[in-house]
């Protein structure tokens, strides 16, 4: 039997504004990496213009398997002819860059004979890889 007053001016409080704070900066965390990892999500009404040039962008990819198979596109060309299919995707597409998947057994030269032909046709060229972990 509890014979003791029940102190009724006491009560129990959660304190709310750390937490506040705490969200407020995760949210803007996560709205700035949002942002960042997907450059395209904001859509923007731009002004038009008459005398502006359109400017097409094209990303390509070139693979290299290791029995030395070159592929554009998913199509598969021959050596001798790269330098004119990527000649073809050039007058295209202004801008254009090529992803280079190469597999990790073909040797270096084969990857820089592709580079070379990029930099003759004054292409931009990224080599993709695949990351450690």
Same mark, same amino acid.
């Given at each position: 039997?509890?014979?003791?007053?029940?102190?009724?001016?006491?009560?129990?409080? %959660?304190?709310?504004?750390?937490?506040?704070?705490?969200?407020?900066?995760?949210?803007?965390?996560?709205?700035?990496?949002?942002?960042?990892?997907?450059?395209?999500?904001?859509?923007?009404?731009?002004?038009?213009?008459?005398?502006?040039?359109?400017?097409? $962008?094209?990303? !390509? @990819?070139?693979?290299? @398997? $290791?029995?030395?198979?070159?592929?554009?596109? $998913?199509?598969?060309?021959?050596?001798? #002819?790269?330098? @004119?299919?990527?000649?073809?995707?050039?007058?295209?597409?202004?801008?254009?860059?090529?992803?280079?998947?190469? #597999?990790? @057994? %073909?040797? !270096?030269?084969?990857?820089?004979?592709?580079?070379?032909?990029?930099?003759?046709?004054? !292409?931009?060229? %990224?080599?993709?890889?695949?990351?450690?972990?």
């Amino acid at each position: 039997m509890n014979l003791r007053k029940k102190k009724r001016g006491a009560s129990a409080e %959660v304190h709310t504004s750390a937490m506040n704070d705490i969200m407020f900066f995760l949210l803007l965390f996560f709205l700035i990496a949002s942002t960042v990892t997907n450059p395209n999500v904001i859509k923007l009404l731009l002004p038009k213009s008459s005398s502006g040039q359109s400017v097409s $962008k094209k990303t !390509i @990819t070139v693979s290299i @398997t $290791k029995d030395l198979k070159y592929y554009v596109d $998913k199509k598969e060309v021959a050596v001798a #002819d790269l330098n @004119t299919t990527l000649l073809s995707y050039k007058s295209i597409a202004t801008a254009l860059t090529i992803v280079l998947y190469v #597999d990790k @057994t %073909v040797a !270096i030269q084969d990857v820089v004979q592709v580079m070379d032909i990029a930099q003759k046709l004054n !292409i931009k060229l %990224v080599l993709a890889t695949e990351p450690k972990g």
